[in-house]
């Protein structure tokens, strides 16, 4: 099994592509080992000394380590505990723990504001090893949550500013600005 590794926007945060599918829908994020109980690769990741976050995307885990960690010391751990769990065969996450989206009615806005995240942010931010999840909108101030090598980056900032705030304000006139959501 070849993975392939990814540098992203920040710095604290590498991408790990191991060459097949991770999550089959959705995504998932994991801040501490108590939270990844329900992941038996998060769970694994969690064992390293250093490991403080990871990221579960449909092909690549993003692995955030600690600011006095290097990740010369801290790659080779890690490439051998994603290669161990997928050779092993184990689930990427424990069955019945699969995130369910909420149905609801959303307003004509909101299906805007979710469709050009959906289909214009999400590509991006993935490639650099993250995931942005819509938290609501509410008098024209849209709130997102940055995930995975996102969260937390230097640039993440200027990317809701610049990026995401501009491109929903051109389409979606009702937009005023976008906040981060923690």
Known sequence: MFIQTEETPN???????PGR??????????????????????ERLFEIDGVTGVFLGSDFISVSKDAGREWFLLKPAVLGAIMEHFVAGQPVILEGDE??????????????IKELLDTRVRPAVA???????????????????????????PSSTATLKMGIENMLRHYVPEVVEVRAVN
Request: net charge negative; proline share 3%; glycine share 12%.
């Open 21 to 42: 599918s991770v999550m089959a829908s959705g995504t998932a994020s994991f801040a501490d080992a108590e939270e990844a109980r329900r992941s038996p690769l998060a």
């Open 99 to 112: 995130a369910v989206a909420e149905a609801g009615e959303d307003s004509e806005i909101v299906q805007q």
């Open 11 to 17: 710095p604290a945060t590498l991408k790990f592509l």
């Open 127 to 153: 490639q650099d090893g993250g995931d942005i999840l819509f938290h609501g909108f509410d008098k024209g101030v849209v709130y997102l949550h940055m995930q995975g090598a996102c969260s937390g980056c």
